[in-house]
């Protein structure tokens, strides 16, 4: 079963064409999980007219929960043995699951390549991977990693690990987190084939080093010796 994951927060620009290009590569006993941090725009509304019963709606009890909290709440309800991470405003790439699956049966978690575009979905980048460098391996991510989080696919045991999530987001975003668990504990894969359209516009936040940081290097030393203890102090999970 695979499970994908999507935070949604005022997206109803691009959530149909996001919608349309992921169920038409899902089985009848997959899932879509949204969670939502209370939009207030018709994002809702839109994905509920798809009337599609694979899709599973949840609805952040507090406003404005943020990014990382709003993915955590999907991923907590999630019941698939594969997790799929998905933007709200992106497209996939009519082979993304097939791709992905047969990659996961070689490994436990997988990163694809991406091609970046513009809001109309002109390209802007043909490969991420290339543009930014991207390798595997945990010291090459550790630092600052290129990874996007919404090409990130993986079994569910590195779920099991990476959740819950570390307490201060500030210092320790979802798809970095997930990155480096699986980087230091699991058998990772990239996919050097982009899979999907990932949309840049004003609306959307940075990600996969595809922007300068805005902290200094104190703050970024702070950040990373805050996950190197963190991924001591989950090890024992990955003895279960």
């Known amino acids: 079963m695979i499970s994908v994951c999507m935070a949604t927060y ?3 620009k691009y959530i149909n064409a996001q919608f349309e290009s992921i169920l038409s590569q899902l089985g009848p ?3 879509v999980i949204v969670s939502d941090d209370n939009s207030s725009d018709k994002t809702i509304e839109n994905i509920r007219k798809l009337q599609d019963p694979r899709i599973r709606i949840f609805m952040n009890e507090v ?3 943020g990014y990382t909290r709003n993915f955590e709440n999907a991923l907590r309800h999630s019941k698939g043995d594969y997790i799929f991470l998905c933007d709200q405003d992106d497209v996939w790439h009519e082979n993304k699951v097939t791709v992905t699956m047969a990659a996961l049966q070689l490994c436990d978690f997988s990163v ?4 970046v575009v513009d809001e ?5 980048i043909v490969s991420h991977f290339m543009h930014s460098g991207v390798q595997k391996g945990f010291a090459e991510n550790f630092l600052k990693t290129r990874y996007i989080g919404a090409c990130m696919a993986f079994r569910r045991k590195v779920l099991d690990v990476a959740l819950p999530f570390p307490a201060n987001s500030q210092l320790c975003a979802h798809d970095y987190w997930i990155a480096i668990v699986a980087e230091c504990y699991f058998n990772v894969q990239l996919i050097q084939e982009p899979l999907v359209d990932y949309r840049r516009h004003q609306s959307n936040a940075s990600s996969g ?3 300068k940081s805005q902290f200094s290097p104190l703050h970024r ?8 203890l963190l991924l001591i102090y989950i090890y024992p999970r990955t003895r279960k």
């Open 120 to 124: 109309n979905l002109s390209p802007i």
């Open 10 to 12: 005022n997206g109803e």
């Open 112 to 115: 694809s390549d991406a091609r």
């Open 209 to 211: 080093g595809l922007t």
């Open 29 to 31: 006993g997959d899932e």
């Open 63 to 65: 406003t404005n929960r």
């Open 221 to 228: 030393l702070i950040k990373r010796i805050y996950c190197a």
